[in-house]
């Protein structure tokens, strides 16, 4: 099964039957974005390959293409590989934020049918919009130029990191995130007062804080939001200091901040 978002579902056929061989015995397409005339009776005119193809005709549609997605895994009841060409087409169509939950919608629908899923993305591994997919994916394989490959497992990446869970539960709040950020651009431990001050310039948009507003920004951070964020994993928190700093792992979070719109 492939979706396919860069060419149509003959060109991608065409690929493959140059880059590999015979065709699988069940094909199913899903081609997203691509002109298939419609006839008089509203139906897709008649293809020229010999596979279900699926249309869905423009590409920021991904509730769409989800549907589409699960009614091709449901009709296939044998080991099912699906190849979807290409991510870097629906990130020019869609934010990061839309695409985040959209992938992992979809991995759960191949998790849920016992399926492969191949998700191609033609850019740098580390480019900010693919980053936070990463932790999702099972494996992650860079190609080179040269035709090199560099594969790093789950494993390898979660090794390097906060647990995922933990830390996307910790960036649910905008003032821990605002915190994090801070940290994330001041070199060693920053006093809990400092902080204060910038999560609260940040968010009421002043350049000194009344005296009140401090406070309350004081208080609840260190209650509340550096506690959260030292759990997680991606802060080092010495409260009887009353000083803190990011953890190496933090840099993990970086690209999660930066989907944010604030």
């Not at 094909?27 to 193809?53: C, N």
């Amino acid at each position: 099964m492939a979706v396919t978002c860069d060419k149509s579902a003959e060109s991608f056929l065409r690929t493959w039957r140059r880059s590999v061989g015979t065709l699988p015995d069940r094909v199913r397409l899903v081609e997203v974005g691509g002109a298939i005339p419609p006839t008089e009776d509203g139906s897709s005119a008649e293809r020229t390959v010999q596979a279900a193809v699926e249309a869905v005709h423009r590409p920021n549609d991904l509730d769409g293409i989800l549907s589409a997605v699960a009614s091709a895994l449901a009709a296939n009841d044998g080991e099912t590989t699906v190849v979807f060409d290409s991510l870097t087409t629906a990130f020019e169509h869609v934010s990061p934020r839309e695409i985040i939950p959209f992938f992992d919608a979809v991995s759960e629908r191949l998790a849920d049918a016992n399926a492969v899923g191949y998700f191609c993305y033609h850019g740098a591994a580390d480019d900010s919009e693919i980053a936070p997919l990463r932790v999702f994916a099972d494996e992650m394989v860079e190609v080179t130029d040269e035709g090199g490959r560099d594969v790093r497992s789950s494993a390898t990446m979660v090794r390097d990191g906060p647990p995922l869970d933990g830390m996307l539960e910790a960036l649910g709040s905008r003032r821990r995130r605002d915190a994090l950020r801070y940290l994330l651009d001041t070199d060693g431990a920053v006093a809990i007062d400092e902080l204060a001050t910038a999560v609260a310039r940040r968010e009421i948009g002043e350049m000194e804080p009344e005296s009140t507003q401090h406070r309350q920004y004081y208080s609840t951070l260190y209650q509340l939001h550096l506690p959260k964020l030292d759990s997680a994993g991606l802060i080092d928190y010495d409260e009887r200091g009353h000083r803190v700093s990011a953890r190496d792992g933090a840099r993990w979070a970086a690209s999660f901040l930066a989907l944010a719109e604030e």
